[in-house]
């Protein structure tokens, strides 16, 4: 499978058409259309028709798009699906799950309004329930392409403060990066809400990269450019990975099992992990 940048991936509240043109025109990978969390209990019929409006004359270019709807156990979950199903989109994004049977009820449901066969899932890992659940979860799918952190709620349900440092949810994270990577799967990072006054968000999508994470949620339009500088490989990753690829095919033409870049022993494992670099970089490149 082609890898797909997800460095940055927006969220555009359902309600809100002015953010879903403006969204046409942002260098974000990906674009979540959200009838969830962003809008109240009162304009749920609202989000719906505008959201269907709107990717009914999509005109979105790269952007991988997704919609989040409400979940199914819910007032709203069942109505959201049905009219997500009509839609032209890349994904379908389920928020709190926690168990198998939820996805596979959202995938029939999907299904039975006409939706297709082969739409990728994508899930939110936000509560310790989920988190606790997703190695079964993730087991018991072929849908799912994706995991969302959603750290908000997350933060909400450990009693953690909200601060840039994220240590009472590391554990979680990293937690559900190796539940994710066990399933060959993409994983995000949670949203930043101070957007206005951050100074650190260069830090935050610093640890999200360091972590492990292919890509950060994003809530506003001024974060995009980080997260897409932080999570794209950097100049040096890419040298480095091209020095590596060179050494393994002159290796291999001369009948040598060993290379050694720049006085480091390079193994089979690096390879794939260099080509997987220059992959990404080169998707990254075409945008
Ligand atoms: N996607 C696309 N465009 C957005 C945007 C978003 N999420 N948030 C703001 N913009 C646009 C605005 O439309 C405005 O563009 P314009 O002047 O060309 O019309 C520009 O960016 C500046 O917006 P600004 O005035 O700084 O923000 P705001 O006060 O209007 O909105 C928020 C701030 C936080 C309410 C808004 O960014 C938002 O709704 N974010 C998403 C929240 C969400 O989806 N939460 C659920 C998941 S966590
Ligand atoms: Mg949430």
Known sequence: MAIKPRRSVLYLPGTNARAQEKAKTLSADGLIFDLEDAVSPLAKDEARACVSHTLTNSGYGHHELIVRVNPLSGPWGHADVKAVAKLDIDALLLPKVESAEEVEQAKEAYLAAGGREDLPLWIMAETPRGILNLDAVLGASTSIDVVVMGTTD???ELRVPPDSERLGLLNALSHCITVARAHCLDILDGVHLDFLNS???????????????????????????????????????????????AAWQEAEREGKGMVVVDGRLVENLHLEEAKRLLELHTAISGR
């Open 154 to 156: 997350l933060a909400k």
């Open 199 to 245: 100074t650190d968000f260069d830090s935050i999508c610093a640890q999200g990269r360091r972590l492990g994470f292919d890509g950060k949620t994003l809530i506003h339009p001024c974060q995009i450019a980080e997260a897409n500088r932080a999570f794209s490989p950097n100049a040096a990753a890419v040298n480095h990975a091209e020095k590596v690829l």
